[in-house]
């Protein structure tokens, strides 16, 4: 991999992972036509999403930090007899559903690993998931009524 495929690569990534479109996919299409292979693409995939996943922190922390707090007040609330109260605030809630939301992924994730691995490295399944992604997205656009969150 060359310096230039690596700055685009990155480029791209950092572009891509705060639309609403699939930043794997675009990563995994350029590093295809781009002939970049072998196990150097799995390590330096992952270090492009872990850049992302620092700036999410940096951009994030300060509601990254009143969440561990909450999760320490949960533990509190549980450890004392008061139990979860979920709806005790907006951020106790809102880690609750992050958790929720966390488990069927991680789930299907680690059941599913061996055949999203083998999606990810051919084009036709990736190109069939970018066009269903964008045709939603044409969809929720053309039909949603102009309401945004």
């Known amino acids: 991999m060359t310096l230039f495929e690596s700055v685009i690569l990155g ?31 799995l390590t330096f995939t992952v270090l492009l999403h872990f850049g992302t996943l620092i700036s999410i922190f940096i951009a994030y922390w300060s509601d990254i930090v009143m969440l561990v707090k909450e999760l320490f007040a949960t533990i509190k609330d549980v450890c004392t007899g008061k139990g979860l109260q979920v709806n005790k605030n907006e951020t106790r809630k809102l880690g609750f559903m992050i958790i929720a939301a966390s ?19 051919s084009m036709l399944p990736i190109g069939i998931c970018l066009l269903i992604t964008g045709t939603c997205l044409f969809l929720a656009e ?8």
């Open 142 to 149: 053309r039909f949603g009524g102009g309401k945004r969150a």
């Open 103 to 121: 488990i069927p992924t991680a789930v299907i994730g680690l059941l599913f690993n061996d055949f999203f691995e083998s999606l990810y490295t």
């Open 11 to 41: 480029l791209v990534q950092g572009l891509a992972e705060f639309l609403p479109i699939s930043s794997s996919g675009h990563l995994a299409a350029l590093q295809h036509f781009f002939g970049i292979s072998g196990d150097n693409v």
